[in-house]
């Protein structure tokens, strides 16, 4: 499935400059394979090609989109191993892990596939009995998809899917962590028999390609997904030909364990929740807030079972693989450190596995005694660490949850009733768990409030994103 060309307008093309980037398996060190690095005139060739192709393609009947969509979910489950493995060598995660990305990015495209036969428009009541109006739904156009490296396939299909059921072709730029999965997805394109330009892949110079997108009239929307710093100066860049954006940023989510939660549920809750990705989700828990009366139970229970997973390269199958690259392992250590150095007690992990010859390997980590000027109180550490905030007041706790900018997830356990709806509807955040870490779903709604973004994806709400709703009034007589 490796592929190291950009894939414009139907056709595979190097860098005009011939420059190119290497891949690297995080795990190993090793190179996988080099990628073009596209500035911006392949950036513009493809936004060209992608605005050249939209007309047809909103014109295209959603059933034919639909066919095509499915095409790509089948295309997905049939080279599944080769993915599995190429997601897991190129980002570092397990292949269990991987396995269920890729599974899962084929059943996203078997929604949209489903979805595009709903874009349903609208008839109004007549005010004028000599007038008709309606409303339909129209794509908005060329799409930009800007991707992470943490679900470098699923977060992509994810957009792709919706923009495309809805009519819109797209230009995809995946992380340039992880370039090979997207340029993969991309064969899949070709395969399937897309009508060219409709979609288009490209690699490399994340700033050059960014400022054409953002100040092309011929792009009318940007997806991103990635952090809220970055994402703030996307919002600012596409103001000037005022796009649709839709943002999907950082979290910094909390779990809260009252002292009536069933503790063992909790305990393997966090830990699905916290090592998932090793730690490198943006809905994994940040803070996790435990009763006085439990808090022992809790710990003693969570350090127990979070010392019996394996680490190690995501190729042979552990618990957790390796962390992305240096950056993200040295963001770790710095928070752990300051945590430390502010009063924190480690209660097992805190530092790299020494054991790992290659690679970026923490151990998994539980922090105590954490107070709100700690960084990892205020920044999300983006690893398998697991701060333990012990807490006495239930009515203050949800105050101290909710001061934050961000409000992507959050979760809690309890067996009080009118705590799950009371605390529920409390919680300033996009997307609750009640004694639940695994609350997504791709056909609900998925998205944070305040500055974790900026609409929805998945679900019917995710085509939403790139429709526009045409008024039409029709004069039927004088
Ligand atoms: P990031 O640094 O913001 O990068 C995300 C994407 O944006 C990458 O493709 C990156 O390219 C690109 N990018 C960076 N600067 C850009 C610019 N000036 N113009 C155009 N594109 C630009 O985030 P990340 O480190 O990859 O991902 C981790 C963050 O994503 C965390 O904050 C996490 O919470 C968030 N996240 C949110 C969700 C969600 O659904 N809310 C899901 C997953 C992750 P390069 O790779 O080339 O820099």
Known sequence: MITNKLYINGEWMDALSKETFPSINPSTGEIIAVVPKAGGAETKLAIDAAYNASKEWAKTTVFKRSELLHKIKNLILENSESLTRLLTMEQ??????AEMEVNGSAKIFELYAEEAKRINGETLPNVDSKKRNFVNKVPIGVVAAITPWNFPLHILCRKISAALAAGCPVLVKPASDTPLIA?????????AGFPKGVANFIVGDTKQIGNEIFNSPKVAGVSFTGSTAV???????CASTVKHVSMELGGHAPIIVYDDADIDLAVEGTLINKLRNSGQTCVCANRIYVHKNVVEEYTTKLAEKMNKKTQGNGLDNTDLGSLVNEEAISKIETHVKDALDKGATLVTGGSRNKEMQTGYYYLPTILQDIHEEMELMKDETFGPVAPIIEF????????????TPNGLAAYFYTNNLKKVYEVSEQLEFGVVG?????????????????QS?????GGKEGIEEFLDSKAVSIRLEK
């Open 392 to 403: 006495d007041d239930d009515e203050k706790i949800i105050e101290r949850v909710n001061n």
């Open 453 to 457: 973004g900026i609409g929805r994806e």
């Open 183 to 191: 340029l993969a997805l991309a064969k899949l394109f070709e395969e």
């Open 92 to 97: 570092g995660k397990p292949l269990y892990e």
């Open 434 to 450: 009640v004694n639940d870490t695994t609350p997504v779903v791709d056909h609900g709604p998925f998205g944070g409030v305040k």
């Open 231 to 237: 994402g703030k100066k996307i919002i600012e860049a």
